[in-house]
């Protein structure tokens, strides 16, 4: 089955940045569109990138201009270099597919942006 583990997370303050790394394994990933969620408490979760298995990408608009998706398919990893960080980018943020979503989520990977 489906597998992905998050990591890269951690405290830092407004305008810091912090590289995110998602391993999939249980799929083939170079075929697949991947992305990036987050959901802050009491929110929902929200799609905040993502890269199509040709590496085109597009964002959410609040992190346009600030946050980065790619990926290594060498790898099976999708990465989200994260600059410029608000307090409001904070939550726990977890990758899946891009296009349809897999059939189960990762642990996730807890971002806190101190202002």
């Known amino acids: 089955q489906v597998q992905l583990v998050e990591s890269g997370g951690g405290l830092v303050q407004a305008g810091g940045s912090l590289r995110l790394s998602c391993v999939a394994s249980g799929i083939t990933f170079r075929i697949n569109d991947m992305a990036w969620y987050r959901q802050a408490p009491g929110k929902q979760r929200e799609l905040v990138a993502r890269i199509t298995r040709g590496g085109i990408t597009n964002y959410a608009d609040s992190v346009k201009g600030r946050f980065a998706i790619s990926r290594d398919n060498a790898k099976n990893t999708v990465y989200l270099q994260m600059n410029s960080l608000k307090p409001e980018d904070t939550a726990v943020y977890y990758c899946?597919?891009?296009?349809?979503?897999?059939?189960?989520w990762g642990q996730g990977t807890q971002v806190t942006v101190s202002s």
């Open positions: 899946n597919g891009g296009t349809g979503l897999f059939g189960s």
